[in-house]
């Protein structure tokens, strides 16, 4: 028969990430091959000059390494809008100012609560460096950031914050300084949103301003020429990208990096044919389901993108 042949990998030493992603594509095996569809798509996205890149993710990748991943992609300007969760502005601002340290997924947690530590998968998250950190840095700069404020949007506050922040190693502070917006719909779903409701208790008229996130968007979505996102996991960032970019017809590129399988219905697990139902994505979209551990899958698919664009 006719068709694309399947070929070995051959590894050697010195071999770059890309050549081995290039290798991945060309075995035509399972998801090895989907990171290199991936990664071509990716870089279809990023040089495209109309093209508005979205991406969203869930808070649990920032309290691991994979932070680097997200943060050197918002360092690159490879993206333009981030939509996420609450968690991730918790996770990235803590490890900001306090170290997370390594443990087990079997670990007894009736212990680890006597030891006042949280355990995230197989990361440990003391509540000196999460709750307590976070209520001693944030209440200041709300007092600071709000005083006199009556409405103010998540995108602002948010950016506001990494304003005040001197760390490269932080997502809201390469946010900030290359001006790609941070949406949270679901602010108060966190730490960070908490530390926004105590504010509140002695600041009454104040008012987190929604719609104003939701205008933004709107405004981004209708005047892009073309749009596509990484998309990584599932949950409501997930679902506010493709939401919107209903409104415009759907995305002309789009990549889903998922552990969650498609047959229980939710929303981390459905398949981009299934957003395509929705007008969610386009027909003739750019786009690939990329099966597996966002923290194997993406540091491969970005390492090999950032060596292609050189």
Known sequence: MEGRKVKDISVSAGMSVDQLVRQMKD???????????????????????????????????????????????????LVDVVITTCGTLDHDLARTWKDYYHGDFLMDDAELRTQSINRLGNVLVPDE???????????????????GKTSISTREIIDAVGARLDNEDSLLYWAHKNKIPIF???????SFGSQIWMYWQTHRKLHINMFQDEQDLSDIIFHAPESGAVII????????????????????????????????????????REAIS???VREEAWQVNVEG????TLPLAVAALVERLG
Request: proline share 3%.
């Open 27 to 77: 075995s035509g095996g399972f998801t090895g091959r989907k990171v290199g569809d991936a990664v071509d798509i990716m870089e279809k996205m990023v040089r495209s000059e109309g093209c508005v890149k979205f991406l969203s993710f869930p808070a649990c990748l920032m309290a691991t390494g994979t932070r680097g991943v997200i943060v050197e992609m918002v360092k690159r300007k």
């Open 129 to 147: 460096s999460y709750g307590l950190i976070l209520e001693e840095r944030l209440l200041p700069m709300f007092e600071e950031i709000l005083e």
């Open 184 to 190: 949270v719909p679901g602010i108060t779903d966190g």
């Open 233 to 272: 996991g599932g949950g409501i960032s997930k679902h506010h990208v493709i939401w919107w970019n209903q409104f415009r017809g759907g995305l002309d590129y789009a990549i889903y990096m998922t552990t969650a399988p498609e047959w229980d219905g939710s929303l981390s697990g459905a398949q981009v």
């Open 278 to 280: 929705w007008g969610k």
């Open 293 to 296: 551990d966002a923290t194997i």
